[in-house]
């Protein structure tokens, strides 16, 4: 997917749709931004708010309007029997490239949709190929031994002491090899947005 500058897109929407943005000589840059945008512009409009925080949860995840809306729809129609911002925020934390990211096998999202892509990734045991695929609980994640090889856990150890794993995945240190132990909730990690506010701007 096409970002465009990211530091620039990094600075409108928050450090968080970049993990490299999230330094504190960007955080200051950042800041002396915003000061100026408030002192420039008037009071935000409530669509505004909406797409803003559209935007940075797509962002975060790296995803394209398209998947992203689709996402979206499959959360709304879900509506009857779970909320939709939980349904939501479980289909982005769920994907296999965000999993990977999550347990440290990537330094970023970025990085971690191209190790998938690259089939470096195993799901249960399998080679898998696509970004996107959707874990349910209980599936496994590992790195194929052939890739292991070629250095592509190089920084593992630092990430992952440095990275909180989330209370839905285990990580098996023997193995190296991670599970989904249960469903993502919101409650459970950082949100990358205002899902309600997401939601609000795709029902408008």
């Keep these: 997917m096409k970002t465009g500058p990211r530091y620039k ?14 330094t504190q000589k960007f955080a200051l840059s950042a800041d002396r931004s915003a000061k100026n945008k ?3 512009r008037g009071r935000q409009s409530e669509y505004g708010k909406q797409m803003l925080e559209k935007q940075k949860v797509r962002m975060t995840y790296g995803l394209p309007e398209r ?10 129609a879900a509506a009857h029997t779970v909320q939709p911002t939980e349904r939501l925020h479980e289909l ?11 347990l440290g096998l990537a330094p970023t999202r970025r990085a971690a949709r191209q190790m998938v892509a ?6 249960g045991g399998k080679k898998t190929r696509v970004p996107s695929h959707m874990l349910s609980v209980g599936d496994t994640v590992s790195i194929r031994e052939g890739s292991k090889k070629h250095g592509v856990l190089v920084g593992f150890a630092e990430r992952f002491a440095e990275r909180p794993l989330p209370s839905w995945l285990l990580w098996n240190p023997s193995s190296m090899e991670g599970k989904v ?7 459970s990690a950082d949100p990358a947005g205002d899902l309600v506010a997401v939601l609000s701007f795709y029902t408008r």
């Design 9 to 22: 897109i990094a600075k409108r929407l928050g450090a968080s749709v970049f993990e490299k943005a999230q």
């Design 38 to 40: 408030r002192r420039s």
């Design 67 to 76: 998947q992203f809306r689709n996402y979206v729809r499959k959360s709304l």
């Design 92 to 102: 982005l934390e769920l994907r296999l490239d965000n999993v990977v990211w999550r």
């Design 118 to 123: 690259h089939g470096h990734v195993m799901v």
């Design 181 to 187: 132990k249960e469903r993502p909730t919101a409650a």
